[in-house]
């Protein structure tokens, strides 16, 4: 296994970008960051293996981590198997989110995670949250953030914060709003049902039905 400062695999097979040779670690794929690439699309398999490699060495949710990184969520929910993406293949990645993994190590995020920054995106989210009917107390356990400090933060009292609480609020948002989404298809489906279920009933179906019977 190799260190937390270089977490790259030995080799890399890159699709896709116009690279077939084996790629050295610490050197950037060829092809991967070439203009003419910033359509392709890499081999999912060794960026998979980053994906959750800086999950074990980080102890982030996978969301947290999906932000760190710049990767879209979806794509990393993918990388690592989880939810639906573990009942479908995925074998490549865009070359731009490959590129992402590529650059970054367990170090730098942590890093980043502890550096100071404006707490407007925080704010925005946690007010969000609070105006769709989760309480402070919920929120803290949604954020794993203390609860005064989700006041101080949804308040504006507190005007700075790190990087990592700003990931940690993004991602109950982001939680907040797929169970929104599955909610309402879910409300969608059962609205169609009794539709379904009163529908005049064809030849077949009328077939079936014994007839009344009659009066003596």
């Known amino acids: 296994m190799t260190d937390i400062a270089n977490p ?21 794929p060829a092809g991967l960051d070439s203009p003419e690439a ?13 994906a959750h490699r800086l ?58 995670a502890a550096r100071p920054e404006l707490a407007r995106t925080t704010r925005i989210c946690l007010r969000v949250l609070i105006a769709r009917g989760h309480t402070v107390r919920t929120i803290s356990t949604m954020t794993a953030l203390p609860v005064h400090l989700v006041i101080e933060l949804a308040s504006g009292r507190r005007r700075h914060c790190t990087a990592m609480t700003t990931w940690r609020c993004r991602a109950a948002m982001q939680s907040h709003a797929e ?27 009328a077939s079936i039905a014994p007839a009344p019977a009659r009066a003596a």
């Open 8 to 28: 790259k695999p030995p080799h890399l097979h890159l699709v896709g970008c116009g690279a077939t040779a084996p790629v050295a670690p610490g050197d950037v």
């Open 38 to 50: 910033s359509t392709g699309w890499v081999d999912a398999a060794p960026f998979r293996a980053m």
């Open 55 to 112: 999950m074990a060495e980080t102890g982030w949710h996978w969301r947290v981590l999906a932000l760190a990184t710049d990767v879209p969520a979806g794509t990393m929910r993918a990388l690592l198997g989880l939810g639906r993406a573990a009942r479908h293949e995925h074998p490549r990645i865009r070359r731009s989110d490959a590129l992402s993994l590529w650059e970054r190590d367990a170090g730098y995020l942590l890093a980043r």
């Open 179 to 205: 169970k929104l989404r599955a909610g309402q298809s879910r409300r969608r489906r059962d609205a169609a049902q009794p539709a379904l279920m009163t529908a005049p009933e064809g030849p077949d179906q």
